[in-house]
């Protein structure tokens, strides 16, 4: 799943499931100061937009017979600044699919933030696994130091 956000000033304005943005360190407000924001499921590798949101995606996924959900955000696509946590957040509640974070990780508190649960005190995401690759491939972050902050710092289970 590829979705990118469609900012809007109020969620009427809209027939998709919106999400709340610019929370302190959160998904930014929009450029004209839009609060809210829909995900708009994309299609050619993000190169054109749907009429689809990322809920009624997942939901239609899971009714289809998918094992787990694959989710990435354009917007945070090798920016380093965090996962979109609203976007994880959101999924997690629209479906019983594993959901696996994807796209925007920079430092390894990153990871904990996305696989963090919701009503954490850190008030994480919610994934069920986290992925990263830029990071990895540029050695900006090493893996043993991911999971040596998630096994030395948290209660998320991390393979050795």
């Known amino acids: 799943v ?28 929009g450029p004209s100061g839009e609060r809210f924001a829909w995900y708009c499921c994309t299609l050619k590798g993000g190169r054109e937009n749907s009429d689809v949101d990322v809920v009624q995606l997942v939901k239609a996924m899971e009714a289809l017979g998918a094992g787990e959900v694959l989710l990435n955000c354009i917007d945070r696509d090798g920016q380093g600044n965090g996962y979109e946590l609203e976007l994880i957040q959101q999924v997690k509640a629209a479906c019983s699919l594993p959901v696996i974070a994807s796209s925007g990780a920079g430092r390894p508190d990153h990871f904990e933030e996305a696989l963090s649960p919701r009503d954490s005190e850190r008030g994480g995401g919610g994934a069920d696994a986290a992925l990263a690759a830029g990071i990895f491939h540029r050695r900006e972050v090493p893996i043993c130091d991911v999971k040596a902050h998630l096994a030395e710092k948290t209660s998320i289970p991390v393979r050795r």
């Not at 469609?6 to 009427?12: E, G, H, I, K, T």
């Open 2 to 29: 590829d979705p990118r956000r469609v900012y809007v000033r109020d969620p009427a304005e809209t027939k998709h499931a919106c999400v709340e943005v610019g929370r302190p360190g959160g998904t930014p407000v």
